[in-house]
């Protein structure tokens, strides 16, 4: 087989200085809206990662900065390790707290000391 001649990639395209501009794309905004501890209705959820218990509650529809607040209250009387993890399902983003091992009535009980409300 011979190596041939070039491939001319030429579209008849019109290269002018417009072409080389990007335009940024805007920016998605989070279908979340901040809500208080009370109006929210939280459920728990036990799951076995890698051989061992993790318990998820959420979700939530706090600030980032009350996220973290809550996060370390929980993990301190709870006495366990957590952390934050992002629900990403069609169009709204939901944050559930994952915690370490088998603790759903323990998180519930600490939960709604903190008034907030669980479903059924």
Request: charged residues 40%.
């Amino acid at each position: 087989m011979s190596r041939g001649k070039k491939l001319d990639f030429n579209l008849n395209e019109n290269f002018d200085d417009e072409w080389g501009i990007v335009q940024d794309k805007p920016k998605a905004k989070k279908d979340v809206e901040v809500l208080l501890p009370e109006k929210h209705f939280l459920y728990t959820h036990k799951e076995k990662r890698k051989g061992k218990w993790v318990t998820l509650i959420g979700p939530f529809s706090l600030e980032n900065d009350i996220h973290d607040t809550y996060l370390k209250k929980a993990k301190k009387a709870l006495g366990c390790g957590g952390k934050i993890t992002l629900d990403k399902n069609g169009k709204s983003i939901r944050t559930f707290f994952e915690f370490q091992g088998d603790i759903s009535e323990k998180v519930n009980s600490f939960f709604k000391k903190e008034n907030f409300r669980f479903k059924k």
